[in-house]
């Protein structure tokens, strides 16, 4: 049973698949719509809030002809004890596939080991594949010239700023190695990059130095393609809020550093932005700002995750 829990599931034919069809499914929105899901029920499993996740998988379920089921963790067994195995094995016997955002990412793990049914990873505190894999597919927009959408990432710098410690930081480092981007991180060096994520590399086979960290931002941004940052403050880590808000404070977006990148860099940011604190609201404003079609293309990117998953669990 194929899965998405990590950047590197899908094989790089599938990842060509995948944009080919984010970009179908985008430009025919509203028409024809292609009934890939239809009669099927994909559970979704949210521990922590959503905005994006939540509705881009609602709504593209709904799209492709299938039933989405939202189950807060804290209204089912689950958030009163009942294992994850089991709850794995139940919801197998009822629903075609499993949606889950949750903090511990061995959760999403041991969901797809015990079940017989598609799993997909919406946010872990490790990791945010889906997110990646949008953000990646919204670049080609602006940078493919041909078909070779994931070509077109090929050589470009992504500099990641602030919270380097964190899922999207994890994640990007991946689909950096992934998609044969160079990345930079910058951040406060306590939050350099971890153990775990550096195990993962291991694991993957990708070099330990297939990142840069710095604590100079400006060196980080130099050359950049794109310039990507995400919240101080992830779900989870509330009760660090004073302190990380200062220590990372250095590495805050400001018009200064995005001018600092390339002349035509992107400004990305996975939202919610708390502008004031990881970005300046002039970054998010500035016509090389792309965050509202990376929020859009959730719907597109996932519609084509799910329909690669559906036709492989259909063989
Ligand atoms: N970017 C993202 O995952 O947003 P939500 O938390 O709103 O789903
Ligand atoms: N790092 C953030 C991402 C939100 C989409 C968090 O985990 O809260």
Not at 142 to 162: C, E, Q
Not at 202 to 221: H, I, K, N
């Given at each position: 049973m194929k899965h998405f829990l990590k950047e590197t599931d899908f094989k790089p034919h599938e990842l060509g698949e995948v944009f080919a069809l984010a970009r179908e499914f985008k430009a025919k929105r509203g028409r024809n719509?292609?009934?890939?899901?239809?009669g099927q029920t994909w559970a979704m499993i949210f521990s922590k809030s959503s905005t994006r996740t939540r509705v881009s998988f609602e709504v593209g379920i709904h799209e492709l002809g299938g039933n989405p089921l939202f189950l807060n963790k804290n209204d089912i067994q689950l958030g009163r004890g009942e294992s994850v195995e089991d709850t794995a094995k139940v919801l197998s016997r009822f629903v075609h596939g499993l949606i889950v955002r949750t903090f511990d990412h061995s959760e999403v793990e041991r969901l797809a080991a015990a079940g017989n049914i598609p799993v997909i990873n919406a946010l872990t505190d490790f990791l945010h594949p889906c997110q990646i894999y949008t953000d990646a597919f919204t670049m080609t927009e602006r940078?493919?010239?041909?078909?070779d959408l994931v070509g077109s990432l090929r050589g470009r710098k992504i500099a990641f700023l602030g919270d380097t410690a964190c899922n999207m930081a994890n994640s990007w480092i991946l689909g950096a190695n992934l998609f044969g981007m160079k990345i930079s991180l910058s951040g406060p060096?306590?939050?350099?990059?971890?153990a775990e994520l550096k195990a993962q590399l291991q694991r993957e086979g990708?070099?330990?130095?297939s990142y840069q960290f710095t604590t100079d931002p400006f060196l980080a941004v130099k050359d950049a393609d794109v310039v990507y940052t995400d919240v101080?403050?992830?779900?989870?880590?509330e009760d660090e809020k004073t302190e990380r808000i200062r220590q990372m404070s250095p590495y805050a977006v400001s018009a200064k550093l995005f001018a600092?990148?390339?002349?035509?860099a992107l400004f990305m940011h996975c939202l919610p932005a708390h502008p004031g604190e990881e970005v300046e609201q002039a970054v998010l404003d500035?016509?090389?700002?792309i965050i509202f079609d990376q929020a859009e293309n959730r719907l597109h990117t996932q519609k084509a995750i799910m329909a690669v998953l559906a036709k492989d669990a259909r063989k």
């Amino acid at each position: 049973m194929k899965h998405f829990l990590k950047e590197t599931d899908f094989k790089p034919h599938e990842l060509g698949e995948v944009f080919a069809l984010a970009r179908e499914f985008k430009a025919k929105r509203g028409r024809n719509a292609t009934p890939i899901l239809a009669g099927q029920t994909w559970a979704m499993i949210f521990s922590k809030s959503s905005t994006r996740t939540r509705v881009s998988f609602e709504v593209g379920i709904h799209e492709l002809g299938g039933n989405p089921l939202f189950l807060n963790k804290n209204d089912i067994q689950l958030g009163r004890g009942e294992s994850v195995e089991d709850t794995a094995k139940v919801l197998s016997r009822f629903v075609h596939g499993l949606i889950v955002r949750t903090f511990d990412h061995s959760e999403v793990e041991r969901l797809a080991a015990a079940g017989n049914i598609p799993v997909i990873n919406a946010l872990t505190d490790f990791l945010h594949p889906c997110q990646i894999y949008t953000d990646a597919f919204t670049m080609t927009e602006r940078w493919a010239k041909n078909d070779d959408l994931v070509g077109s990432l090929r050589g470009r710098k992504i500099a990641f700023l602030g919270d380097t410690a964190c899922n999207m930081a994890n994640s990007w480092i991946l689909g950096a190695n992934l998609f044969g981007m160079k990345i930079s991180l910058s951040g406060p060096a306590e939050f350099a990059p971890g153990a775990e994520l550096k195990a993962q590399l291991q694991r993957e086979g990708f070099p330990a130095d297939s990142y840069q960290f710095t604590t100079d931002p400006f060196l980080a941004v130099k050359d950049a393609d794109v310039v990507y940052t995400d919240v101080w403050v992830s779900m989870g880590k509330e009760d660090e809020k004073t302190e990380r808000i200062r220590q990372m404070s250095p590495y805050a977006v400001s018009a200064k550093l995005f001018a600092a990148a390339k002349p035509d860099a992107l400004f990305m940011h996975c939202l919610p932005a708390h502008p004031g604190e990881e970005v300046e609201q002039a970054v998010l404003d500035n016509p090389r700002s792309i965050i509202f079609d990376q929020a859009e293309n959730r719907l597109h990117t996932q519609k084509a995750i799910m329909a690669v998953l559906a036709k492989d669990a259909r063989k």
